[in-house]
């Protein structure tokens, strides 16, 4: 079974420095997709990323890019320029068409302090 | 916006007593996914349908059912409520083409007493 990892439970940033948000997941799967969703006080859980595993580049999307190591199966998020708005619980997920399913991790409570 | 919406918002209710979450899309998109989330356990999958009337068990599918007799619409039933199913429920949608992103419904927050 397909598993995501997100060890560490909370994180702060100062506002305009970059922070960096870790995943790692395990699978057997060769053909996968992972994401990186957002969910603020709002609750309302809003897509950041997405990355194909079969590209090697990485994905980026504005001040939000993604560190993807196939091998080592880690998925990090990269924060640049962190504003107040991004505070908020952080997810990573897995995704595999084989069984049409979504895995999420735990999730990361990112403060950004003023 | 992905055209979901979900109903009630908000609930209270009493242990034991049946309860019935909708989740209505608009993009008539075939997939579609209930999740709970709880503190320290992410987003859990309940159910998912791949089209009408084809639905199938998530992980944390003991105590719910689920009915999808339209494109439109899937239904989430708990039939008798208990405590432990006190929760923040999401619905979530997915093409099933081109890019395989799941986009969230606002959620409904279930208070079972």
């Known amino acids: 079974a397909q598993t995501v990892t997100q060890s560490q439970p909370e994180m702060s940033v100062q506002e305009a420095e970059t922070v960096t948000l870790s995943c790692t997941y395990d699978t057997s799967e060769s053909d996968y997709y992972l994401f990186w969703y957002k969910q603020p006080p709002s609750r309302q859980m809003i897509l950041v990323i997405r990355?194909?595993?079969?590209?090697?580049q990485n994905a980026t999307e504005n001040r939000f890019s993604v560190n993807f190591q196939k091998a080592a199966k880690s998925f990090s998020l990269k924060i640049s320029d962190s504003q107040l708005g991004d505070a908020a619980m952080y997810f990573c997920a897995y995704f595999t068409g084989a069984n049409s399913k979504l895995t999420f991790g735990k999730g990361i409570t990112l403060s950004v302090r003023p | 916006d992905a055209g979901i919406t979900q109903s009630p918002r908000h609930k209270v209710t009493e242990t034991g007593t049946p309860v019935t979450l909708r989740c209505h899309q608009t993009?008539?998109?075939?997939?579609m996914y209930w999740y709970r989330q709880d503190p320290g356990h992410g987003l859990r999958l309940i159910h998912y349908?791949?089209?009408?009337?084809?639905?199938d068990k998530g992980e944390v599918s003991d105590g719910y059912s689920v009915s999808r007799s339209k494109t439109e619409d899937f239904l989430l039933t708990l039939e008798s409520a208990t405590s432990s199913q006190t929760s923040v429920y999401f619905c979530?949608?997915?093409?099933?083409?081109?890019?395989?992103?799941?986009?969230f419904g606002p959620g409904t927050r279930l208070t079972v007493l």
């Open positions: 993009e008539n998109h075939r997939y």
């Open positions: 979530a949608i997915r093409p099933g083409r081109g890019p395989d992103t799941q986009y």
């Open positions: 990355q194909e595993a079969y590209k090697q």
């Open positions: 349908s791949y089209g009408v009337k084809d639905t």
